[in-house]
Every structure is written in structure tokens, then in C-alpha cells.
């Protein structure tokens, strides 16, 4: 059922993105801070230590990384300028490898 549903939300990700972020800062306004990676870290740690837990390995993380890229740039088309993916692979780089450490 959360694949089927999942499904019919691909097609307006984006505004189900603004509308889910829309609504978390009304409920949660302190999230809106989140965008600082050293407020997040005790998360990610945390996430981190979940996924290992569900059998996640450090060696998933890079064809992860790859396949997050890939959408990207297959979402975002001529969007996905050399700056962009860079700036998408230090963020990823630097949460893998904080959860990879935790």
C-alpha cells in the first residue's frame, strides 16, 4: 500500500515537498534551523545507528550516493548544473560519512 500510494505522489513531488515542509514548520517552526549541518548531527548519528541496525553497510552508501545523483539529475534535467551536483555530493558525502561513523 505505501509503494501503490507513493506511487501517486511522484507526479507532484515537488509540491507534496513544499507541502509537507509548509506544514512541518507550522507544527515544528525549530526545524526550520535544520539546514545547519551541526544541528543535525546528533540525527544523523542516530540515523545512522538505525540503519545498521536494518543491515545497512558502510558499502551501500556510495551506490546510494550514485543513485540520489542519477534522480537528480534525471528530475532536474538542465537544473543540474555542475555547481548543484557538487554541492549535492559534498552534502551526501558528509551525512554518509557521519552516519557511517556512528
Do not use: C
Amino acid at each position: 500500500m505505501v509503494q501503490t500510494s507513493f506511487n501517486k505522489v511522484v507526479p507532484i513531488a515537488t509540491t507534496a515537498a513544499d507541502l509537507a515542509y509548509d506544514r512541518l514548520f507550522v507544527i515544528a517552526p525549530e526545524t526550520r534551523t535544520l539546514h545547519r549541518l551541526e544541528a543535525i548531527l546528533p540525527a544523523v548519528k542516530d540515523l545512522g545507528r538505525r540503519h545498521k541496525g536494518y543491515g545497512v553497510a558502510a558499502e551501500h552508501y556510495a551506490p546510494v550516493g550514485a543513485a540520489l545523483l542519477w534522480m537528480l539529475e534525471n528530475g532536474l534535467g538542465t537544473g543540474f548544473t555542475p555547481d548543484v551536483k557538487a554541492a549535492w555530493t559534498e552534502a551526501y558525502s558528509a551525512l554518509a560519512g557521519v552516519m557511517t561513523a556512528a
